[in-house]
């Protein structure tokens, strides 16, 4: 079963930076699309970037260009966050739609898998 590992979150004073990561348990998987969506305090699970095979991105309109997501080639997945705000403050999840190496150089199908959550304070 893979699992995704997040680090990065923490404390940070309104107008810092984080940079979130989320690393596979294993490299035998192709992925299909990558995401970060993040919980504030009493509010639903929100999409806050995706990153498709392909290169496209896709972020909500209140991170737009302050939060970059990217992934390197050994499928890390990064959330560069700039000029944090107090209600960027959430539990952080990154999101995979990936398959997992089967056998013999097939794969499962495609499944769904989440991190384990990483909490965000951003202090005014």
């Known amino acids: 079963q893979v699992q995704l590992v997040e680090s990065g979150g923490g404390l940070v004073q309104a107008g810092g930076s984080l940079r979130l990561s989320c690393a596979a348990s294993?490299?035998?998987?192709?992925?299909?699309?990558m995401a970060w969506y993040r919980q504030p305090p009493g509010k639903e699970r929100e999409l806050v970037a995706s990153?498709?095979?392909?290169?496209?991105t896709n972020y909500a309109r209140s991170v737009q260009g302050r939060f970059t997501i990217s992934r390197d080639n050994v499928n890390i997945l990064y959330l560069q966050m700039n000029n944090l705000k107090p209600e960027d403050t959430a539990v952080y999840y990154c999101?995979?739609?990936?398959?997992?190496?089967?056998?013999?150089?097939?794969?499962?199908?495609?499944?769904?898998?989440w991190g384990q959550g990483t909490q965000v304070t951003v202090s005014s």
């Open positions: 999101y995979e739609k990936l398959r997992e190496y089967a056998y013999g150089g097939s794969y499962y199908d495609p499944k769904d898998y």
């Open positions: 294993t490299n035998r998987i192709l992925i299909n699309n």
């Open positions: 990153l498709a095979t392909g290169g496209d």
